[in-house]
């Protein structure tokens, strides 16, 4: 996708002009791609418990299985407890270890990013929503960057998509974020921009939040917990189980990092179009399935060929942090590089760096209890760009 310098003015436009042109990008904007012939939307009953949702993608040598007995569902990675006093426990669990403020908790942000999708349907993204989005990215990327948090001017476009811009404020720092109103989650994703705090130009996403358990607790708390050291811009997640909560399907049309067509996949790309040299990480989960033993951490550029020098930089940062069970791909290990993954392709035509970092469930779940190792990943892995 070209890069559209209209966007560095759009946001300075009157409401009515910006409207105007929405409108008129629905008649412009590529349609999402087409159902193949004889494809048949994928049933979506509950996911049986105890699916072990670390599973990884089969073009990384992983054997696709179907569910079995034994957790739930999950709110942003976290397996449900069964009852309210389990959820209650879980949101204070998540708040823990951060400062108390104004506004919302990260208990409250975990909630509205992630509690809808447990019981949503998935739709297809619309015309109208990849026009929304492909305009307001890169408006709310320029108003974080200025640090105004003006948010009203912006509805009618956002309402356009199904969507709504929301204003929060948490622990005293400002966001931005794009997401489905309450009431209309469908899967299309949330997308937040940290307002005016000096960030470092990265793209923090969960991809697989409900799938690969506890991810989206370590990349909410990786991004709104208090800490010093480098900060993300943004933080993209899912809002909707990859396979719908149902049987393992590869190419599912909810997973945002298999089809191209997603609005998670239009917002990276304006993301990365509005913040030249930007980096994504993207957090995932892997079982022990074809991984060889003592392997705890696989990053990765998303690219077969020799790791860049920065990249071997990064893991030689992440390995002191983590031990020796980080490993880089594909040159320490051959399985779970990310080769196929669509925000990874993007951010390589935009010349944008991608680290692809997958993680065992045992360091998921103590990253996920623990802030003081969130935050010690996030100061290995930003450190350095690329």
């Not at 925000?343 to 760096?353: H, K, N, S, V």
Request: proline fraction near 7%.
């Amino acid at each position: 996708m070209a890069a559209d310098p209209t966007h560095e003015t759009r946001d300075r436009r009157r409401p009515a002009t910006r409207l105007a042109w929405a409108l008129g990008a629905c008649l412009a904007v590529a349609a999402p791609a087409a159902a193949q012939p004889g494809e048949a939307p994928p049933a979506a009953p509950e996911q049986a418990p105890g699916a072990d949702p670390g599973a990884a993608s089969p073009e990384e040598g992983q054997t696709v299985k179907p569910p079995t007995a034994g957790t739930g569902e999950a709110l942003g990675g976290i397996p449900e407890g069964g009852s309210r006093d389990a959820d209650a426990a879980e949101a204070v669990e998540a708040a823990k270890g951060d400062p108390p403020g104004d506004g919302m908790t990260v208990a409250d942000v975990r909630k509205r990013l992630f509690a809808a999708g447990r019981k949503a349907s998935f739709a297809r993204t619309t015309l109208l929503e990849r026009a929304a989005v492909d305009a307001l990215v890169p408006m709310l990327v320029d108003r974080a960057r200025r640090g105004e948090d003006r948010v009203a001017d912006l509805q009618v476009m956002a309402r356009l998509g199904r969507l709504v811009v929301e204003r929060w404020a948490v622990h005293g720092q400002v966001y931005l974020a794009l997401l489905e109103p309450e009431g209309d989650a469908r899967g299309a994703g949330a997308y937040v921009f940290r307002v005016g705090e000096r960030a470092g130009p990265f793209v923090l996403q969960a991809p697989h939040a409900y799938f690969d358990l506890y991810t989206g607790r370590i990349a909410v708390g990786m991004f709104f917990g208090a800490r010093r050291g480098p900060r993300a811009a943004a933080l993209f997640v899912n809002t909707l189980q990859r396979y719908e909560r149902g049987e393992k399907t590869w190419g599912s049309r909810a997973d945002v990092c298999r089809r191209p067509e997603h609005l998670f996949s239009l917002a990276t790309d304006r993301a990365l179009a509005a913040l030249p040299g930007a980096t994504v990480i993207q957090l995932h989960g892997f079982d022990e399935d074809g991984v060889p033993d003592g392997v705890d951490m696989i990053l990765s550029n998303g690219q077969r060929e020799t790791p860049s020098a920065a990249l071997q930089a990064m893991a030689d940062r992440v390995r002191k942090a983590f031990g020796d069970g980080v490993r880089l791909f594909p040159s320490q290990v051959a399985v779970l590089g990310g080769t196929t993954n669509v925000q990874g392709r993007i951010a390589g035509a935009r010349r944008a760096g991608f680290v692809h970092v997958e993680m065992a469930k045992a360091l998921r779940k103590s990253m996920g209890k623990d802030p003081k190792l969130r935050h010690r990943l996030a100061r290995a892995i930003m450190g350095s760009r690329r």
